[in-house]
């Protein structure tokens, strides 16, 4: 079936740093990709919807500017968190969209990025 | 946009029977997803519904009320390591396509 692979699966930074997050679709082309944000005992919401080759789509109230997204193949996404802050620690998910129809209806999640700002 | 309401703690007993329901709202309707979700893992997929009634998958069942707005997801046969939290996510037929979660309900299942 379908893997998605997302690292790192934790990690933890200073605040001020940049982290970058890497989500690849590993036995399929994924043509697009989500990525998730979920605080605790909260829902999955969407961030963003990156699609290869071209600029991701932002969902509302998301800093295009301080969450970095790039596609630059069919295979693999990054999220990178610039200048990231104690706010920003949650939990990070990517799912990936393609491949040939399956039962889950074509979206895979990756595994999760706890990610920690001190 | 979507509305999505579940309870948010539940719990039950090995053994039994539990019925986890979700209510959405939304401007149309184009499937609901039942997801598994373990503390810090990535969801996992359960059940897909698009038409009304009940679909069964061995222990879990996922039922549809389109003009209801409403589904439920039935896990029999409870199990310790079903404890997780289920979360329901509704797909709308405006252009993304993109399923929105709701808040998911925390099953605790105790011996």
């Known amino acids: 079936g379908a893997v998605v692979s997302q690292h790192p699966s934790w990690v933890i930074c200073k605040s001020g740093t940049s982290v970058k997050i890497e989500c690849r679709s590993l036995?399929?082309?994924?043509?697009?990709m989500f990525w998730y944000r979920q605080f605790p005992k909260q829902s999955l919401m969407l961030m963003a919807t990156?699609?290869?080759?071209?600029?991701?789509?932002?969902e509302q109230g998301v800093e295009k500017d301080k969450f970095l997204i790039n596609h630059a193949s069919l295979t693999l996404s990054t999220l990178t968190v610039t200048s990231a802050h104690p706010e920003d620690s949650s939990f990070y998910i990517c799912?990936?969209?393609?491949?040939?129809?399956?039962?889950?209806?074509?979206?895979?999640f990756g595994s999760g990025t706890r990610l920690t700002v001190v | 946009g979507q509305n999505i309401d579940q309870p948010t703690e539940m719990t039950a007993t090995e053994g039994a029977i539990v019925q986890i329901n979700c209510t959405y709202q939304?401007?149309?309707?184009?499937?609901l997803f039942w997801y598994q979700q373990h503390a810090g893992e990535a969801p996992t997929f359960l059940s897909y519904?698009?038409?009304?009634g009940l679909e069964e998958k061995g222990r879990f069942s996922s039922f549809l009320s389109r003009s209801k707005g409403y589904s439920y997801l039935l896990l029999k046969e409870l199990q310790m390591k079903d404890s997780a939290s289920y979360l329901c996510?509704?797909?709308?037929?405006?252009?993304?396509?993109?399923?929105?979660f709701g808040r998911g309900t925390s099953l605790i299942v105790h011996p």
């Open positions: 799912s990936a969209r393609g491949g040939p129809p399956k039962e889950d209806y074509g979206y895979t």
């Open positions: 036995d399929f082309q994924a043509t697009t």
């Open positions: 990156s699609n290869e080759g071209s600029k991701a789509t932002y």
């Open positions: 939304t401007s149309g309707f184009n499937g």
């Open positions: 519904n698009v038409l009304d």
């Open positions: 996510a509704v797909r709308d037929s405006g252009g993304s396509y993109i399923p929105t």
